[in-house]
């Protein structure tokens, strides 16, 4: 492979060793940006906004796909640092906690209560996929009841993921992002209307009644901006995440015996996952000024890519990083979720995801096994990326399945 453009569904990690024995930073020629392999490196360019522009404001058609010119995605200095703010405060380790016990334990055990008596399931398409979509649904407040609904937004917040790939060069993928936005703005739109006359306790409503002030004439519109970055940011990502953490307990079967029942080694191995497979692979950068950086000059203008897939296997932060073990001293300082200014929103809720996803998982079954009967699992996507199918054998635990 000669550059990361080619690693659409295909095992991008030697491609990442490859640029490693270039040094920290590479200029990639099909990708027409430098690769910023080194962990140090990385994270200096996602902390140094100043250096480093966050460019989906300056992308043509990013406002129509992203749900509004004022979306959290779009903002940049002060207005980008209030909506943060906020946001975040809405999704700390404590609320999500509360979350946990309130509805998405509850979430969770009923799309396994849904797998009946089978013990051959694909854990992708029946549990890992459709879990982070109930529970973002249902934070916003919108009907997670409706499988139909919910199935189509996955593939709308899906169709605007792909778009974000292409870095607003394709006009198919833009218009297919375009035509996906514009559903979703028709599925949320009437629940915004909705909740601005009659609030609930759902994230909608705190957004338009509690959001007032964060930018000036904070509005309907702000409100699905922000619903709109909450529902693509909160479905996708997550999806890819617990796919990859229950690949890992299925190709690592010694873990599950360890894991059941012991939340802090669920913790562990759901840090271990994210610095093993980073769900999503590499950000987009746009240098402010000509900055040093790993040898180079990088110039006023350039494109970068911070890989943080590549930079939670950089061998100057992490021992034997192509090792896949829970003990690490520093398991849980990875760049999956990116650090600093951008940091993301969800970062606790999905982990809030792993914890009740794996814990019922193996609460309910041992000895998950791949079904050598059905279609192994790939490594397939690109910006964001997982393993599918999860096509397994379970055996029940009898106090479950009584
Ligand atoms: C494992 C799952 C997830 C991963 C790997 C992930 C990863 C990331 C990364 C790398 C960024 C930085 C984007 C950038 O630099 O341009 C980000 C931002 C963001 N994430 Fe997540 N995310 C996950 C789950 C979620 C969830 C569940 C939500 C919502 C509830 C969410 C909401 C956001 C938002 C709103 C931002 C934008 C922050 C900003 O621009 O200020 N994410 N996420």
């Given at each position: 492979m000669q550059s990361l453009r080619e690693a659409r569904n295909v095992d991008p990690y030697p491609f990442f060793e490859q640029r490693r024995a270039q040094g920290p930073v590479s200029w990639d020629e099909g990708m027409q940006a430098w690769l910023v392999v080194g962990y140090d490196e990385a994270r200096f360019v996602q902390l140094r906004e100043d250096l480093f522009r966050h460019p989906y404001a300056g992308i043509a058609g990013a406002a129509d796909v992203y749900g509004g010119p004022r979306g959290v995605l779009l903002l940049q200095g002060e207005q980008h640092h209030s909506v943060h703010n906020f946001l975040l405060k809405h999704f700390t380790p404590m609320r999500v906690a509360q979350y946990r016990s309130e509805f998405i334990a509850d979430l969770v055990s009923r799309r396994l209560d849904a797998l009946g008596g089978r013990t051959n399931v694909d854990l992708a398409a029946e549990y890992a996929s459709v879990v982070p979509s109930d529970v973002i649904a249902a934070m916003l407040g919108l009907d997670w009841r409706n499988e139909e609904l919910m199935a189509q937004c996955r593939v709308w917040n899906n169709t605007m993921f792909r778009w974000t790939e292409t870095f607003g060069d394709d006009d198919a993928a833009y218009e297919a992002a375009r035509s996906a936005a514009q559903n979703l703005n028709d599925v949320l739109l009437p629940v915004i209307r909705e909740r601005r006359e009659h609030p609930k306790d759902d994230l909608i409503s705190i957004l338009y009644h509690k959001g007032d002030g964060l930018l000036e004439s904070w509005g309907e519109d702000d409100v699905l901006a922000q619903a709109r970055v909450l529902f693509?940011?909160?479905?996708?990502?997550?999806?890819?995440?617990?796919?990859?953490?229950?690949?890992?307990?299925?190709?690592?079967?010694?873990?599950?015996?360890?894991?059941?029942?012991?939340?802090?080694?669920?913790?562990?191995?759901?840090?271990?996952?994210?610095?093993?497979?980073?769900?999503?692979?590499?950000?987009?950068?746009?240098?402010?000024?000509?900055?040093?950086?790993?040898?180079?000059?990088?110039?006023?203008?350039?494109?970068?890519?911070?890989?943080?897939?590549?930079?939670?296997?950089?061998?100057?932060?992490?021992?034997?990083?192509?090792?896949?073990?829970?003990?690490?001293?520093?398991?849980?300082?990875?760049?999956?979720?990116?650090?600093?200014?951008?940091?993301?929103?969800?970062?606790?809720?999905?982990?809030g995801e792993e914890i009740e996803v794996v814990a019922q998982l193996l609460d309910r079954y041992r000895n998950i096994t791949w079904d050598a009967d059905a279609d192994p699992p790939t490594n397939y996507g690109y910006m964001p990326r997982s393993f599918s199918p999860l096509n397994v054998v379970v055996e029940p635990i009898a106090h479950r399945s009584a």
């Open positions: 693509f940011a909160g479905t996708d990502t997550t999806g890819h995440f617990l796919k990859n953490t229950i690949y890992l307990l299925v190709e690592h079967p010694e873990y599950q015996d360890r894991l059941r029942g012991n939340e802090q080694a669920i913790v562990d191995f759901g840090e271990e996952s994210l610095r093993f497979f980073a769900p999503v692979q590499f950000r987009i950068r746009v240098a402010t000024q000509d900055v040093e950086l790993g040898g180079h000059t990088i110039r006023e203008g350039d494109r970068v890519h911070p890989v943080n897939a590549a930079a939670n296997r950089d061998p100057h932060h992490y021992g034997q990083p192509e090792d896949f073990t829970v003990d690490r001293p520093n398991v849980k300082d990875h760049l999956a979720f990116n650090v600093g200014p951008r940091y993301c929103v969800g970062a606790a809720l999905s982990r």
